[in-house]
């Protein structure tokens, strides 16, 4: 029963999500047939291979039941095709670690410059990629209308039925849901990229203190960024087979620990910084409304995760339906989403925020101590105003003044 | 055949190619002339082997399968036993559809009878 379950598994896969389930079904049905007509039992292995190598190579059923369509890569070669895609992949990714490992080593630590780099780590990634790609399904095109090679499956030769890979029926996941998260995904990419670009541009003008505030800000941004662009491939992957995967499920688990991380550790960062918060001149009030709000996100997120961990850890050992599955990955992902959006949206469209991170350099009105400076009366005169509590005196010197 | 005393022959793949062409073309009426009665593919595929018309497995059940969406075949799903079984019989599109083809194939035949009696070579 195990072949007839690979067999039909590995046929299914190479169909398209809407006709998947009905050609399973009949397919095994024919299969149990032939192997009744044997006299045999669907557990005896010699008569079902024997009735699967009747059948033809999983490819060569797959290619009859779609000959209509217009392959780029047909049945028979895509499997060739996805595995070199895979190979090529990890090559790219560990060559990106390492690019970045080595920048990291040998580049100017003084200077905090992770998040640059990463940035352009993910450059270099994602445009060797997108080159590969290119080559590679090219290639493979090429192979397809071309007489060189044929794969064995496609001539009739003999296969082994029992060379099928094991497959636990994956669980299907929900592709409308599935959509709108990659939507999400993309809003959530570009608030994010403004948070970013806001931290940056705020940190560059900051008070000294709240530099470093900025980078971590900016940090969190790209980790973020990071964990969004996983979750992205693997709702891609769903949307487009129909059904979740173990590399789906594992870019998730990535992608969850990357949020849980910044989301736990950033109230701790910002107590750090409680101190260059004040100094900047953000009330003792906002300062610990900051540093709550991010303790109680923190653990909303911490609590979302686990539980879906936990569930989906539980699931896998006795699930029922497999589509409880997809439908909580979905909700899970989804949940995930507005809560980084909320987050982010919230940073960005937080009042006062670039007036607190620009802190008292600015010649902006100090919301904390109500001072403006400078103002222009009418009469053309300027008055400068310091706001400094502890002051003992002020010296004044300039043009006409003796200084003292 | 011969070429100056030399034999000449087509390579097998190449001759195994034409024949698979030429009878992919064929068991689409052979197909469509056998289900007035209703019958699952493993029974269907055994009917037709037994009255001499050999169709592998891997190729009937997606032939069936693309029938019935264009709409010449019919499918229920049967329960016999514990065993669902999916059995498949003509529409009335189907029998349209296999008549017209049955006159192309007696058309076809008269015409490829004549031109293979002034063929040289048997």
Redesign the interface.
Known sequence: MRLIDNYVAAVGERLHVS?RS??E???R??I???VE?RGASPESEDDVVAVLE???SPE??AA??E??RGFLVGPELFPHMRRAGTIALGAILVGGAVFYGLGLLLGDLAEFRAGTLLAQTLGVVVRTLIVGTVVLVGVFAWLQRSEVWRPAAA?GARWDPRSLRGRAPSPRAPRFESAVTLVASAVVLLLLDGVGRTAREVGSQAAPALQALASDVVTAAVALQIALLLAFAANVAVVVKGRSFAWTRLLRFVADGVAVVVFVRAPFQLMQYRAALRDSGASDNVVNWLIANAFIVGGIVLTVVAVYWAREWRGGRNRVDPRAAGADATLHSLAMHILVLIVAGGCAAAPGTRSVAEGPTSASTAPSSGIVSPEVHADGRVTFRVHAPDATHAPKCGPGSNRK | MTNGGREVTAPTEVIERLTLELRRGVVVLATLSQLDEPSYGYEFQQRLATQGMEIEQGTLYPLLRRLQEQGLLDEEWVVEGSRPRKYYRLTEAGRHARDVLRAQWDHLTAVLGALLSTTKGE
Do not use: N
Request: aromatic fraction near 4%; avoid cysteine; charge should be negative.
């Open positions: 006709r009905a050609v079904a009949e397919l049905a024919s149990l047939d032939a007509a009747q059948l033809g060569r059923v009859e039941y000959p209509q001539e």
